[in-house]
């Protein structure tokens, strides 16, 4: 019997199924060893050792694996299909080797880039040894990131109090971000006008004509700066005739796109769907692992985190034949479409994201699908099958017109497709930051035709700033750059906001006043690091590592020699000379321009100090340069006059409680702003629920936030008391031990003993009676021994869920970004210890 190692449980189960009974199959769950968070993980003195350390629940399974293969002939490591894949073969190995495991054992190593009956078993006939070189460049990429993390992170606290951390690619991420905001800030509107005819063909079909030229000269966007202007030449319009001049249509091909790559599906499912990266990661997980299908478990997509743009041979002909059988034959191309990706270091060893088989379609496949997973695998079926297929014919018309004997002339510009070709099956959305008017078609006209005028219309437009990043937009421009990998991304993006450095308004990225400070002080003082070029160019290197063309260790060797001077020449700065040059970087944020146009650096409350940067315990604000003596303060991005109340440590006071008589004050703590009744460990506190701002906090709200969870009434069933309060998630009720969700935060202050009754009742209306099971804020999929994982938030705090077994949730971690692979570890942590089975079974007969 060969043990054969993969990361996923649920991937364990599938291919345990296909390979038999001569095969046992066990899951890593990931990553088995890892540096640990404290200094000397990485020692470049000693040629870039390193220690890897393996935490309980890895300890465990490592343990479970290394029992399996000393009973065993051979090992199979099985690990995902790509760098980090390679690198967990490579662990497990080492650990084999470490315990003595492995003796003469034979091991290989295989792939599968879909999980399949015949990809699976296509895969163990080809085993190969562990790429080197793939190790090489992973342990290089590890090494980078402690270094320049466990480096600059320290430096960061002692000269800017209340940053967190700073990263190799995250810092770049951070500066794409607050570089575009700085690009907002700068942007100065410009008013301009247009004029539009609505127009009527001799047969009475309307449409629509936009001014181009006048008087001889042709107009551009700004052209026409005023209502004056605009208004004088509408009246010229509206006593004006008009004649079509030409008529010209060409013919044009749109030819379809490649197949998803990880960028480009989290890109499509952000502008389609709505779905953050995380999300997207989450259900392409799913699908690429397998779902039961009527009683067969099957992967449904191949390998989803690739930046190959092609498909195998033996699946462009399938989706040809389906093109042909869903389509007919007229949307086939004469030969089959090959691809070439565009970005910067992709790596093309795989696939696109694909579906495993072209016959299984999305109608088929809803029904074993939730609604999520559906929609996210049609898009993917959809755009596979649209890159095999026909280009669409489009014919695109644009009409001259003549108007007031040559004065002026209009245009009127449509498009109509003649043939759909890969349309039918998957039309491109436009880019969410795109401006294009929408192609509309045009009725039929013939040069020398006069036109009837029905209305002349003049709209005033000004000038937009550049959009703020979304998740996808600022995806596609790391790619584009060359920065990051697709493994990265939604972790580059989970850090920026665990961090507090960015928050996502409206799925934009909007980068915080930390995050702004944060970048300014690394582009002045550590610019080379935060370049693209650079960032870019190291990506490079580590993609030579990884075709044997370089050697890890003199790279490494290479970044640190420059790394280390740079990092102890700034340990000399004073943490004067960092805040003056951060004052001219920032004077946008921190210096707002005032309404009656004094300078913004001069103290609005003593007339003469000078405001400045500066850092207290709970990092950075703007004060008076004459302190203590004035003691103005506000927190960054503020506009207000009402700085004079803040303490030099950041706190504003906002009375007293009248009836303890203790000091209500508002202050900004690691996890965001909060207020505090009094002082000491005795002091009771209260976080900011989601949409309420320091700015709005006044004595009055902060003794209403300070006053919950709130008693509402007893039940008149129970007798029971119902409380409200604002949980993590939200605003609650509390009754006999289950929780049920209120709307608006507003209504915990406010909800009747009748409301909260009828809340209550509709919730248990929804779910068994008596004493309920906090609801799940989200599931993430099946446990391989039965069961779904869900994550609850309970009395103690948040938990994961499964069977019989709840799970603490740590407080580091984000409960809603917990992937289904940390959840597993959870468990089985949990489970270990209590000997409880995470669910169970129904009995079968023998």
């Known amino acids: 019997m060969d043990v054969v190692i993969v990361e996923s449980p649920a991937k364990a189960k599938t291919i345990n199924k296909y390979l038999g009974k001569d095969y046992k199959v066990l899951a890593s769950f990931g990553h088995v060893r890892d540096l640990p968070a404290k200094d000397g993980s990485v020692r470049p003195d000693e040629d870039f050792a390193m220690s890897w350390s393996v935490d309980s629940p890895s300890a465990k399974r490592l343990n479970d694996i290394v029992k399996a293969v000393k009973d065993a002939d051979g090992v199979i490591l099985a690990t995902d299909p790509d760098r980090e894949g390679e690198a967990i073969s490579w662990h497990v190995l080492e650990v084999l080797r470490q315990k003595r495991a492995l003796k003469d054992k034979k091991v290989s190593r295989v792939a599968f880039n879909a999980i399949t009956r015949n990809a699976v078993l296509e895969a163990m006939k080809a085993p190969r040894e562990i790429d080197a070189s793939l190790v090489d460049a992973y342990l290089a990429r590890r090494a980078l990131d402690y270094l320049v993390g466990f480096t600059l992170s320290p430096v960061l606290w002692r000269k800017l109090p209340g940053a967190r951390s700073a990263g190799r690619v995250q810092s770049v991420a951070l500066r794409l971000v607050c570089d575009r905001e700085g690009e907002i800030e700068r942007f100065i509107r410009e008013e301009y006008w247009q004029i539009v005819a609505l127009l009527d063909t001799p047969r009475g079909d309307t449409f629509e004509a936009r001014l181009t030229e006048l008087e001889g000269r042709k107009l551009q ?260 750059l060359g920065i990051g990998r697709p493994s990265t991304y939604t972790a580059i993006l989970k850090t920026l906001v665990d961090r507090d450095y960015v928050t996502i308004d409206k799925r934009r990225l909007v980068p915080q006043p930390k995050g702004r400070v944060v970048t300014a002080f690394l582009e002045n003082f550590f610019q080379r690091y935060v370049e693209y070029d650079f960032t870019a160019d190291l990506e490079e290197k580590l993609d030579e590592i990884s075709d044997g063309k370089l050697a890890w260790k003199q790279v490494l060797r290479d970044f640190w020699s420059d790394f280390s001077r740079a990092v102890e020449d700034i340990k000399e700065l004073r943490v004067t000379d960092v805040l003056e040059a951060l004052n001219e970087e920032l004077a946008p944020l921190l210096f707002p321009p005032r309404e009656d146009g004094t300078d913004p650096r001069i103290c609005p409350k003593c007339g003469s100090g000078r405001l400045s940067l500066k850092m207290g315990r709970y990092g950075a604000f703007v004060g008076c340069s004459n302190y203590p003596e004035c003691g103005y303060t506000r927190q960054l991005g503020e506009n207000g006059e009402t700085g004079e109340a803040y303490a030099v440590d950041g706190t504003k006071v906002l009375g007293n409680d009248p009836l303890s008589g203790d000091e209500i004050t508002l202050r900004s703590g690691r996890f965001g702003p909060y207020v505090q009744r009094g002082e000491g460990k005795e002091a009771k506190r209260a976080g900011l629920p989601k949409g309420w701002t320091p700015e709005s906090i006044d004595l009055e709200r902060a003794l209403a936030l300070l006053s ?59 779910g068994p009676r008596g004493r309920a099971k906090p609801a799940a804020l989200k599931e993430l999929g099946e446990h391989p021994d039965g069961g779904v994982i869900t994550v609850r938030d309970g009395r103690y705090g948040p938990y994961v869920n499964v069977g019989k077994v709840n799970a603490t949730i740590p407080k580091e971690k984000d409960p809603m970004s917990l992937t289904r692979e940390e959840a597993l570890e959870l468990i089985a942590a949990k489970a270990g210890k209590t000997g409880k089975k995470p669910a169970r079974r129904a009995k079968t007969g023998s």
């Open 221 to 480: 966007k700004l052209d026409i700066k005023n209502q004056e202007e605009a208004s004088r030449i509408k009246t010229l319009l509206e006593g004006a005739s008009y004649r079509v001049l030409s008529v010209e249509a060409k013919p044009t091909r749109r030819n379809p796109a490649p197949p998803f790559t990880t960028s480009t599906l989290q890109q499509a499912a952000s502008s389609r769907l709505g779905f953050s990266a995380a999300r997207t990661m989450q259900i392409s997980q799913r699908l690429y692992e397998g779902v039961d299908i009527g009683g067969e478990t099957a992967g449904l997509i191949t390998y989803m985190r690739t930046d190959g743009v092609q498909m195998a041979p033996e699946a462009v002909e399938q989706a040809r034949s389906a093109v042909v059988h869903t389509f007919g034959e007229r949307y086939l191309p004469a030969k089959p479409r090959h691809y070439s990706t565009k970005a910067r270091n992709a790596q093309e060893a795989h696939e696109a994201i694909r579906p495993t088989d072209f016959t299984r379609t999305p109608d088929q496949m809803r029904k074993y699908l939730d609604a999520d997973q559906a929609r996210l695998y049609e898009m993917i079926w959809k755009r596979s099958i649209a890159s095999q297929m026909e280009a669409a014919q489009i014919e695109r018309t644009t009409v001259e017109i003549d108007a007031a004997d040559g004065k002026a002339r209009l245009r009127a510009v449509g498009s109509v497709v003649r043939f759909d070709g890969f349309l039918a099956a998957y039309a491109e959305v436009k880019d969410e930051d795109s401006q294009d008017e929408e192609d509309r078609s045009l009725p039929v006209m013939s040069p020398s035709e006069t036109l009837t005028r029905k209305s002349i219309n003049a709209t005033q437009h000004t000038t937009e700033p550049p959009p703020r990043y979304s998740e996808a937009t600022l995806i596609k421009k790391l790619e584009e």
């Open 708 to 766: 919950l969870p709130r008693d509402v009434g007893k039940h008149p069933e129970t007798g029971k008391m119902i409380s409200a309060g604002i949980g993590r998630y939200g605003p609650f009720l509390l009754h006999d031990g289950a929780y049920a969700n209120i709307e608006s935060v507003e209504d915990v202050f406010s909800i009747g003993l009748n409301r909260a009754v009828t809340i209550i009742a509709e919730k248990q209306a929804k």
